[in-house]
Structure formats: structure tokens, C-alpha cells
């Protein structure tokens, strides 16, 4: 079956950049998206389509993504931007959905 | 505004069935293929089923593939999850979340899940 592969924690500072790396095998060929999930709460859609961001997800979230991996950069990371991030995207067939492992980011 | 609200979840033996529901509302529910997402306690997310607007076209994730089986009644604007042969594995926060309107497709709202527990 198809993965994707994430960091399992990723720690900054506040107000420095932080980076999420996410490494698929599809990635050249397929979109990746970006959820936020905080503790109890549903996932929330930071960045879709690669590096487009939904309305009233701040500008400090942008996305990229070069090959086989698609990176989410938070840039000045804030406190509140802690969370487990992951990553998404499809199988090749673009019928199998897939989330990488997920990567909780601390900001202290 | 969009809603999903999952019902359906508790306890049960391993072996055992659980059937999950979905109510939406807020949206045509009609023009969107639906999906079924879990989380294991502690764990990450896990994509578990998808189905398409009129239902033709069905898909599941290895894991549970020939033992759960979706479906949906567009007049009712319901989602269901009909699980069986449950393992100790299938113990998950299980959510309904909507696809975007067209492809790319990726999940844009998401209900806040059942808590299914497989355990003797």
C-alpha cells in the first residue's frame, strides 16, 4: 500500500521557521495537502492543492512541494501553531487516499 | 454551514458488528463523494472508505477491506459505515468528512467522529 512519510516531531522556537517535510512516491504526479489537528478536535485544512491557503489560515503557512517530497513551511511560528500536522494525498490511481504518520510541532 | 454528525458507535466484542451513521446537512449532500476517516487512540489519521455521489463507485482501504462495507441514502442525506468481523485494530475515533466538489479531491469539512471500542 501507498505511504507517506513525515518527521515525528519538529520543535522551534517562536517567531523562527518552521519546517515539515512530507516524502511520497506519487508526489510528482499527485497533489498534497495539509491538515492541522489539535488535541480533541477535527482536522483542520492549512494548505491544499500543494501551496494554495484557505481562506482565514494566516499567511504565515505556505506550502511547496519538489519530486517526491511536499514541504509545509510556517514562517515566524506562533504558539498556537502547535499541533500535529499531516500530510495527504492519493495513490497513483488517485481512488486510495492516504495521510502520512503525522508530525507534532512544538513552538517554544 | 455545514454539518456532520456520526452516531452509532460503543462497544464491542471482537467478531462482533457495529453499523456507524452520518447526518449531513448544510450542503447538497447529493453532489459530493463522502469518505469515513479513523484515529486510533493516540495514533494518526487513517483513511478507511470513500464513495462517490451516486454511490457507483466504492473504495477501501486495505485494512478493512471485506469486512466493512459504505453506503449512503442521498434522499436521507445520510452516511453509513457497516463494520464487521470487528479486530482489537479497528478501535478508532471514526469520522465522516466531505470531498471537495471536484478533483483534485481532498476531505474540506469533517464531523467530530464515534468512538468505536472492539474489546472482550
Known amino acids: 500500500s501507498y505511504e507517506l512519510t513525515q518527521p515525528p516531531s519538529v520543535s522551534v522556537p517562536p517567531g523562527q521557521t518552521a519546517r515539515i517535510t512530507c516524502s511520497g512516491a506519487?508526489?510528482?504526479?499527485?497533489?498534497a495537502c495539509w491538515y492541522r489537528q489539535k488535541s480533541g478536535q477535527a482536522p483542520v485544512l492549512v494548505i491544499f492543492e500543494d501551496s494554495k491557503r484557505p481562506s482565514g489560515i494566516p499567511e504565515r503557512f505556505s506550502g511547496s512541494s519538489s519530486g517526491t517530497m511536499a514541504t509545509l513551511t510556517i514562517s515566524g511560528a506562533q504558539v498556537e501553531d502547535e499541533g500535529d500536522y499531516y500530510c495527504?494525498?492519493?495513490?497513483?490511481?488517485?481512488?486510495?487516499?492516504?495521510f502520512g504518520g503525522g508530525t507534532r510541532l512544538t513552538v517554544l | 454551514e455545514v454539518q456532520l454528525v456520526e452516531s452509532g458507535g460503543g462497544l464491542v466484542k471482537p467478531g462482533g458488528s457495529l453499523r456507524l451513521s452520518c447526518a449531513a446537512s448544510g450542503f447538497t449532500f447529493s453532489s459530493y463523494s463522502m469518505n469515513w476517516v479513523r484515529q486510533a487512540p493516540g495514533k494518526g489519521l487513517e483513511w478507511v472508505s470513500s464513495?462517490?455521489?451516486?454511490?457507483?463507485?466504492?473504495y477501501y482501504a486495505d485494512s478493512v477491506k471485506g469486512r466493512f462495507t459504505i453506503s449512503r441514502d442521498n434522499a436521507k442525506n445520510s452516511l453509513f459505515l457497516q463494520m464487521n468481523s470487528l479486530r482489537a485494530e479497528d478501535t478508532a475515533v471514526y469520522s465522516c468528512?466531505?470531498?471537495?466538489?471536484?478533483?483534485?479531491?481532498?476531505?474540506?469539512?469533517w464531523g467530530q467522529g464515534a468512538l468505536v471500542t472492539v474489546s472482550s
Open positions: 464513495i462517490s455521489s451516486s454511490g457507483t463507485y466504492i
Open positions: 495527504y494525498s492519493t495513490d497513483s490511481s488517485g481512488n486510495h487516499r492516504v
Open positions: 468528512a466531505k470531498d471537495t466538489v471536484m478533483a483534485p479531491y481532498y476531505f474540506d469539512s
Open positions: 506519487t508526489l510528482p504526479k499527485k497533489y
